[in-house]
């Protein structure tokens, strides 16, 4: 794969877990009326987009260019 074909996938999957969670907020902070848990647990699921998002924000820095890891 080209380094072009790494950023924009790489785009994508970030533009992916930006949805996810936002997504997974929304659903979490709705009003429930009912008393049945919600299924899935969408605290988790945006947690956990934010968290690969921030590791995929670090692997574009790095494909563009910058170097981010401490290497002695």
């Not at 969670?21 to 848990?37: A, Q, S, Y």
Request: aromatic share 6%; hydrophobic share 50%.
């Amino acid at each position: 794969m080209s380094p072009s074909d790494d950023l924009m996938i790489s785009s994508i999957a970030l533009l992916i877990c930006i949805v996810l969670g936002i997504l997974g907020f929304r659903n979490n902070f709705k009003v429930h009326d009912t008393l049945k848990p919600h299924r899935p647990p969408w605290m988790l699921i945006s947690l956990a987009s934010i968290a690969t998002g921030f590791m995929l924000l670090v692997h574009i820095a790095n494909l563009i260019g910058f170097e981010t890891g401490g290497r002695m």
